[in-house]
C-alpha cells in the first residue's frame, strides 16, 4: 500500500466519524428542543389553571357585588330578574371557561405536534448523516481501488507495462497494440 492510499483511507475514516458526529448531535439538538416544546406544552397548561381560577375568583366577586346590588335595591334575591341576570352571567361565565380551556388546548396540541415533529427531524438527520457516511465508505473504497488497480498496471506479452489492448490491423488481424 502506498502513502497515498494510507491517507485516501485515514481521510475517509476521518470524514466517517465526523459525519456520525454531526448525525448525533443534530440528533441531540433535535431531541433538546423536542423537550423544550414538551415544557412549554407543559407551562400552557399550567397558565390555563392559573386563568381558570383567577377568572373564577374575579367571577364570584361580580357576582357577589350583583346580590349586594340587587339587596341593597329590595329584589328578592333568587326570583325574577336577579335569578335572569344570575342564570345569564353563570352561562357567560361558563362560555368563558370553555373559550379558556379550548385556547389553551390547541396551543398544547400545536407545542405536542411540534415537539414530535423535533424528534421526527433529529431522526432524519441522523439518517442523513448515515446515507453520508456510507457515500463517504462507497467514494474512499473506490478511490483506493481505483489506485490499486492503476499501480499494479499489466504486462503485454511484448513484455511493456501498461494496457494490454488488442487492435485489429488494417489487414483484419488482430495484433497487439500500445
Known sequence: MSWQMAVVGALGVAQFQQQGAIGKYNQ?????KSEVLKQEAKAIEQQKEFD?????KQFQKIEGSQTVAAAKAGVTVGTGTDYN???????EAELQKNIIEYNANIGIARKMEESNFA???GQIKRQEARLAQLKTLTDTGTSLLTMSSGSLGTTSSYGATGSNRMVIGSTGTMGGGA
Open 52 to 56: 381558570l381560577y383567577q377568572f373564577n
Open 28 to 32: 441531540a439538538v433535535q431531541n433538546r
Open 85 to 91: 341576570i344570575k342564570l345569564s352571567n353563570a352561562l
Open 119 to 121: 424528534v421526527i427531524s
